[in-house]
């Protein structure tokens, strides 16, 4: 017991580390800035002291991330997904959300916006043609963490996009969103909740903007047999899911305004 407290103990010093510096470089395919992060070792799962875990979110467990990596430094852009149209031919992404509001992808009219309303399988073919690939629910978490040991890596309003910041009004929406009946729907079109341009936010320690809030995204990883991982809160979540270790799910053909991704280079 004493010597696993003591490995323990050693790798939380070693996460607290100052950041290793980083190697932004451009994708020409893409038009995206990717961060070069370090392998290293890190707790997954429910973080020390979080009482707030979900029973699907892991115990803590070790994890090595064996070689280092690149990770797009934003949700991948509605620009980014104009190159990929026209080097590819493919369709717009929706511009209508389950609300009825035309705002999103090229409706934005702006190419600083995360795209949502993109299926898993969509996403893995972008970052195929970029060059990459989704990263896996590890390296996602990883990289969310960037050496941090704690559920969140700074001030939730000062790091992310969520239900409390992302509309007209500051307002505390756990406990509406919480309880479907209370009419969340009805509040985020009054309030005009929405996603925001990427890179508004402060970034982790490596570099990496929005990774806990303004959209959620899509991981390599099954859920179940039929479902796929998504990481990370979005515009509409509440406190509660914006936490490194949080665990969502969805079937691969979802399309829905909150969930969008990003990639990681091959």
Known sequence: MFASNVA???LLLIALQ?????TPTLNPKDGQVYVLLPA???????????????????????????TAFSMAETEVTVGA????????????????DDLRRKIWNEASLDDQMPVVLVT????????????????????????????????????????????NNSGQSLIDVTAVSLNPGN?????????????HPVKQKLANRWGLYDM???????????????????????????VLNMRASVRLYHYPETRDSTIGFRCVGS
Request: hydrophobic fraction near 30%.
């Open 8 to 10: 323990r103990l050693a």
């Open 18 to 22: 100052p950041a290793l510096p980083q």
């Open 40 to 66: 290293g070792k890190f707790g997954m799962g429910c973080s020390p002291g979080d009482r707030e875990c979900m029973p699907n979110e892991s115990r803590p467990h070790d994890v090595e991330i064996k």
């Open 81 to 96: 997904w104009r190159r990929y149209r026209a080097a590819t031919g493919k369709k717009p992404l929706p511009v209508s």
């Open 120 to 163: 898993w399988n969509e996403a893995r073919d972008f970052c195929q043609w970029a060059g990459g690939r989704l990263p896996t629910e590890a390296e996602w978490e990883y990289a969310a963490r960037a050496g941090d040991v704690t559920s969140r890596y700074g001030v939730p309003d000062k790091i992310a996009w969520f239900g």
């Open 183 to 195: 009419g969340y729907d009805t509040l985020i079109v009054q309030n005009a909740l929405k996603a």
């Open 212 to 238: 806990l809030g303004n959209v959620s995204e899509w991981v390599q990883d099954r859920y179940s047999d039929r479902e796929r991982v998504r990481r990370g809160g979005s515009w509409r979540s509440n």
